[in-house]
């Protein structure tokens, strides 16, 4: 028992949830005893890495004593010669997770207002708010950004705004044109921050490519990942793309080591298989259409998404049907987290997951 603790955390974090990830696997096989369980809850790659990828963690291995090189620089020249970009605007992080923490630490102060949409991913809200920083939240309309409502969010307290394109968790994307307008018009003396996670699964030609604009747009700032498509999601390993002088300042308050040895190796070799990537995203949208159509079967509907998941409305607890689905040995999402509380939110899984997932909602929904 410890003895009782008065010392008082910094009043910014007093009302911060912790984050709470999908359940992994082997705790739902220890706490339900099941011996198959297949996780379709946080977007994760369902076939793996790529074998360049594999080959290359091992071959780093060998090189664990070391530390990693603090810039990735390796990595940024492949990226940027990839991307068509300088290597000076790019920052490496432990996932892009860390770019999101690494950009309001550097810019959010006491006071300051961020723009984000009502609902997206949570990280930028919790960010925000351990700088001591103010969240303004515009509703989602049909489960996509309202931009126009973002736009008249800005006054002269407003200092960053995020657009996940696609939003996580409704998988909507932004139209081309749309997103091209609302970047003319937010003042240079706002920070744009487009999350593009889930990139490489957009497979609409209505979206916006908004790395030819970042030499125009100094408060642009792109974030990408080696999570989803790429399959290192265990790795941490995430990027920024953004004017120099912001990568700067995020350099300065970045841990030296900010990622690994394996991760960089495997992210440099994960470049090299274009290959890998776009069958996985092909497999991505056969998976992603069969669910729809099912889910249209089954009587549901779902938010129109361009990414490797799909938020699915049951018109009941999602709740129930999580704790359901568990039970059947299926994990998803309840959308109770994710601020619909009568959806699940599931990832695209292989077409072996896809079917098991559909008996298992079909016969919950059916008890
Ligand atoms: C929209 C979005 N951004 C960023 C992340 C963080 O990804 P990572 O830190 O693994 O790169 C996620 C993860 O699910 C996400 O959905």
Redesign the pocket.
């Known amino acids: 028992m410890h003895t009782k603790n008065s010392i008082p955390t910094r009043r910014e974090i007093e009302h911060i949830g912790i984050y709470t990830p999908g359940k992994p696997v082997e705790e739902v096989k220890r706490e339900l005893g099941l011996q198959d369980v297949i996780k379709l809850a ?2 994760e790659n369902p076939n793996g890495c790529s074998p360049l990828a594999k080959e290359a963690i091992i071959l780093e291995l060998s090189h664990t004593a070391l530390y990693p090189e603090s810039t990735a620089p390796e990595l940024t020249q492949k990226l940027a010669s990839k991307l068509g970009v300088d290597q000076a605007c790019i920052i490496t992080g432990n ?4 770019i ?1 923490h690494l950009l309001t630490r550097s810019y959010i102060r006491a006071g300051d207002e961020a723009i984000m949409a009502d609902v997206t ?1 949570s ?1 930028y809200e919790t960010n925000v708010q351990i700088e001591g920083g103010v969240t303004v939240t515009v509703p989602l309309i049909d489960g996509a950004h309202d931009l126009e409502g973002m736009l008249r969010a800005i006054n002269h307290r407003t200092r960053m705004i995020f657009v ?1 394109n696609p939003n ?1 968790p409704t998988g909507t994307i932004v139209g081309e044109q749309e997103l091209f307008s609302f970047i003319q018009k937010v003042p240079p003396h706002v920070i744009l921050v487009i ?1 593009e ?2 990139y490489e699964y957009v497979q609409d030609s209505d979206y916006l490519q908004t790395l030819p604009h970042l030499h125009q747009y100094a408060n642009l700032v792109v ?1 990408r ?3 989803k498509i790429h399959g290192l ?1 265990a790795l ?1 390993i ?1 990027y920024g793309i953004m004017h120099p002088s912001l990568v700067q300042s995020l350099m300065k308050v970045k841990e030296p080591f900010n990622t690994n040895r394996l991760a960089q190796a495997a992210a440099i070799a994960a470049l090299d298989d274009t290959e890998f990537v776009n069958s996985c995203a092909r497999l991505n949208d056969e998976g992603r259409t069969y669910l729809q159509q099912e889910i249209t079967r089954i009587g549901l509907t779902h938010f129109p998404s361009h990414a490797n998941f799909l938020m699915i409305h049951l018109n009941r607890s999602g709740n129930d049907v999580f704790q359901a689905l568990l039970a059947e040995g299926v994990i998803v999402r309840s959308g109770s987290l994710l601020g619909y509380p009568e959806t699940i939110r599931v990832s695209i899984g292989t077409m072996e997951e896809n079917t098991a997932f559909i008996q298992a909602l079909e016969k919950v929904l059916g008890a």
Do not use: M
């Not at 996932?95 to 860390?98: A, L, P, T, V, Y």
């Open positions: 946080s977007n996932g892009s997770d860390e999101i991913f990280r996940c996580n999350d996670a889930y974030l990942t080696f999570s999601a941490r995430g």
